[in-house]
């Protein structure tokens, strides 16, 4: 798992500790429907460059596959 700059800039800017741990293992259990798990694997050509994003605490973590890597984008803050 790796963290662009905005993603690590936005993390520094967190007051919640642990944070990066978290999301790593989040994205470590590949969060993605299960039919995308089994149709495109992470290392294959087809999943490169696909877009994601979750929920999690405050944040909406966007993430893309890149080079058989998960890689955090952005984490924009939710709205109440």
Do not use: C, T
């Amino acid at each position: 798992v790796h963290f662009e700059e905005l993603a690590q800039a936005k993390l520094a800017q967190s007051d919640r500790p642990g944070l990066k741990a978290m999301i790593v293992e989040v994205l470590e259990l590949d969060p993605r429907p299960a039919f995308q798990k089994k149709r495109f694997p992470p290392s294959s050509p087809e999943a490169q460059g696909l877009d994601f994003g979750f929920n999690f605490l405050e944040y909406d973590v966007k993430w893309q596959i890149r080079d058989g890597a998960f890689v955090v984008k952005d984490l924009a803050e939710l709205r109440a």
